[in-house]
């Protein structure tokens, strides 16, 4: 089983950068695909990133392309998110997940359900 605990969110302001991280305990999590979903106040949870094993290819929102990017470090057992550029409508909850399966089709790999294990979160708030 994997755990997972999401750091370095916090409150900057628009334009500024963050890097959220996550780190993973448990054998799994080197097993598939990684992920970021994120879920701001009112709304529904929404995918952000995602990334397989190897690290050959990356998914990513529409509304974050360009100015985020996922990474991941198996020897350390964590994953990455280097924002930038942030708007206020960023502002959400962070989750990171792991899935035991590696995907490379954007639509499954954007969809909560193929994720097993999630964080508690980390919250990023971006004034203007």
């Known amino acids: 089983q994997a755990q997972l605990a999401e750091s370095g969110g916090g409150l900057v302001q628009a334009g500024d950068s963050l890097r959220l991280s996550c780190t993973a305990s448990g054998r799994t999590f080197s097993r598939g695909s990684m992920a970021w979903f994120r879920q701001a106040p009112g709304k529904e949870r929404e995918f952000v990133a995602s990334?397989?094993?190897?690290?050959?290819?990356?998914y990513y929102a529409d509304s974050v392309k360009g100015r985020f990017t996922i990474s991941r470090d198996n020897a350390k057992n964590m994953v990455f998110l280097q924002m930038n550029s942030l708007k206020p409508e960023d502002t959400a909850v962070y989750y990171c997940?792991?899935?035991?399966?590696?995907?490379?089709?954007?639509?499954?790999?954007?969809?909560?359900?193929?994720?097993?294990?999630w964080g508690q979160g980390t919250q990023v708030t971006v004034s203007s």
């Open positions: 990334i397989p094993r190897n690290g050959d290819a990356t």
């Open positions: 997940a792991t899935s035991f399966t590696i995907y490379y089709d954007s639509q499954l790999a954007s969809r909560d359900q193929s994720y097993a294990y």
